[in-house]
T-cell receptor
Framework: GAGVSQSPSNKVTEKGKDVELRCDPI?????LYWYRQRLGQGLEFLIYFQGNSAPDKSGLPSDRFSAERTGESVSTLTIQRTQQEDSAVYLC?????????FGEGSRLTVL | GNSVTQMEGPVTLSEEAFLTINCTYT??????LFWYVQYPGEGLQLLLK?????DKGSNKGFEATYRKETTSFHLEKGSVQVSDSAVYFCALSRRNTDKLIFGTGTRLQVFP
């Protein structure tokens, strides 16, 4: 499809395990963003890529969180040693200009 | 720092009622302002935007005017429909390709 694709759509994991979340942006979009949306809360910025460099990582909540991007393509958000407070919907968006196009998110549940 | 404050929900209205969702912002310089909408079971999508003071963004009957003097970008619609039920997010961006800073979202529920 032509939109932003995220996988998995749902992930249930045990506390302490590592998880990887994947984002396929819209082809040609140079900017890619990761946000977190906890239940009943707003969107929390995590990290922003321009191409494969990350000029703004200010939102990553701890060193357990990391992200990488291959060129202007796929991005992976990795959470190591997951904790219950990591439970949230992780949203990816891509853009070429001012408008961000969002995926449907990956819902992470840490038991 | 830059931030967005929007009214808490839920906002509950009857069909054809007038809607206002308040949004104010704090930012240095001249940010661009946005309203995004999240329909049930769907991803966020851009509803409207305004890039400079006094601009009015409009889409699907919704409007918002960029008011620099009051640092506001209130969302309005003259007659809501049940299909407008969703969560609405106000957001700002300081410059092109910069991150969006979102408000906490306002849930709108429209009943027939």
């Amino acid at each position: 499809g032509a939109g932003v694709s995220q996988s998995p759509s749902n992930k249930v994991t045990e506390k302490g395990k590592d998880v990887e979340l994947r984002c396929d942006p819209i082809s040609g979009h140079t900017a890619l963003y990761w946000y977190r949306q906890r239940l009943g809360q707003g969107l929390e910025f995590l990290i922003y890529f321009q191409g494969n460099s990350a000029p703004d990582k200010s939102g990553l909540p701890s060193d357990r969180f990391s992200a990488e991007r291959t060129g202007e393509s796929v991005s992976t958000l990795t959470i190591q040693r997951t904790q219950q407070e990591d439970s949230a919907v992780y949203l990816c968006a891509s853009s070429l200009t001012l408008e961000l196009f969002f995926g449907e998110g990956s819902r992470l549940t840490v038991l | 720092g830059n931030s967005v404050t929007q009214m808490e929900g839920p906002v509950t209205l009857s069909e054809e009622a007038f809607l206002t969702i308040n949004c104010t912002y704090t930012a240095t310089g001249y940010p661009s302002l946005f309203w995004y909408v999240q329909y049930p079971g769907e991803g966020l999508q851009l509803l409207l935007k305004a890039t400079k003071a006094d601009d009015k963004g409009s889409n699907k009957g919704f409007e918002a005017t960029y008011r620099k003097e009051t640092t506001s970008f209130h969302l309005e619609k003259g007659s809501v429909q049940v299909s407008d039920s969703a969560v609405y997010f106000c957001a700002l961006s300081r410059r092109n390709t910069d991150k969006l800073i979102f408000g906490t979202g306002t849930r709108l529920q429209v009943f027939p």
